[in-house]
């Protein structure tokens, strides 16, 4: 991985790929104690930076090989965005997907023509063992959620974009904040902003219970979660960073953050009150660390990639209720 790639990748985006703003609010400011920028990925096509990565992919496959399609496993927001650049290049998607997962990206997923076979994951089905299984009987290409080289130059084209951002607005020195969960994004961001912006310093942020990056980034060794740990914020329930994503946060990341569920779904909340978009939980965790976690921050300004908002309305609503 380097940042050639990612700059390749955003060449072949540029024309299909959102570049999402920064948004700020008064109200979050003065939560914070310091300026916060959050970067909605929510607004991104499929709902979540994960289509970044799956167009990148996709478009960098020679095209007898993307013929025969595509298949990825993943919670949902990775499944969407294979799903949507597969449709796009008019190519087959088949999706492995936990039978525990949201309704609503099932149903996504499910209507951007993706065939979607789903697996028991609390019954502890492995879903790298089915999808290496499909991949290999039907001659389809696995896309693998984060350890992936051109799924993470994908992911790295939010860190270009925040790079541009804040440069115009004269911002040499802040901490960005990324929702983690194998690292894709994280990475992606770090190498991006190395070249780019490197006054800023990428930092992941996780629940509590899934703070594997965490305490890798502490040990200089991948660390595991329990099989048995689970989180509200589904779409950053991994067990380990990747082996490629690793090495990359090791080098550039600064130290991780965690926050509580409750604190996700509380973020979820004052996003939609004070910037006025829709996050998921796990989407939502960077700008609770930026709300919660002052003291563990430096500088004035603060950026924050809320990386998805494919939420159920149940989960939503639980959110909303913590303003009340």
């Avoid at 914070?32 to 970044?52: I, M, N």
């Avoid at 799924?151 to 270009?160: H, M, Y």
């Avoid at 996003?271 to 919660?292: H, N, Y």
């Avoid at 563990?296 to 309305?313: F, K, Q, R, Y």
Wanted: proline share 6%; glycine share 10%.
């Amino acid at each position: 991985m380097n940042i050639d790639m990612i700059r390749a990748a955003a060449n072949r985006l540029s024309d299909r790929v959102r570049h999402t703003p920064l948004l700020s609010s008064p109200s979050l400011d003065r939560i914070a104690g310091r300026r916060v920028l959050v970067k909605p990925e929510c607004l991104q096509h499929t709902g979540s930076f994960k289509y970044r990565g799956g167009l990148s992919a996709v478009s960098a496959l020679p095209d007898t090989v993307r013929a025969r399609g595509v298949l990825a496993f993943s919670s949902g927001n990775h499944a969407q965005g294979v799903a949507r650049a597969a449709a796009e290049h008019g190519v087959p998607a088949v999706i492995v997907m936990p039978c525990d997962a949201p309704a609503l990206k099932l149903a996504n997923t499910r209507a951007l023509g993706a065939e979607v076979i789903t697996y028991d994951r609390p019954g502890g089905e492995n879903r790298e063992a089915i999808g290496e299984r499909l991949a290999e009987e039907r001659g389809l290409t696995l896309i693998r959620p984060y350890d992936a080289p051109e799924v993470i130059a994908g992911q790295g084209t939010a860190g270009l974009e925040i790079a541009v951002d804040v440069r115009a607005l004269g911002i040499e020195r802040a901490d960005v904040l990324v929702c983690c969960g194998g690292g894709g994004l994280t990475s992606g961001a770090a190498l991006a902003l190395e070249a780019e912006a490197p006054g800023l310093c990428a930092r992941p942020v996780e629940p509590e219970g899934f703070d594997d990056v965490v305490r890798s980034l502490v040990s200089h060794r991948i660390e595991r979660n329990e099989s048995h740990a689970r989180s509200i914020c589904d779409a950053i329930e991994t067990p380990a960073p990747g082996e490629l994503t690793f090495p990359i946060m090791d080098r550039l990341c600064g130290p991780g953050l965690t926050v509580t569920d409750d604190e996700a779904l509380a973020a979820m909340a004052l996003a939609f009150r004070d910037l006025k978009i829709v996050l998921e939980p796990g989407g939502a965790v960077s700008l609770a660390a930026a709300l919660w976690r002052p003291d563990a921050i430096e500088g004035d300004a603060v950026v924050v990639l809320a990386s998805g908002g494919n939420v159920d309305p149940s989960v939503f609503a639980r959110a909303l209720g913590t303003l009340a």
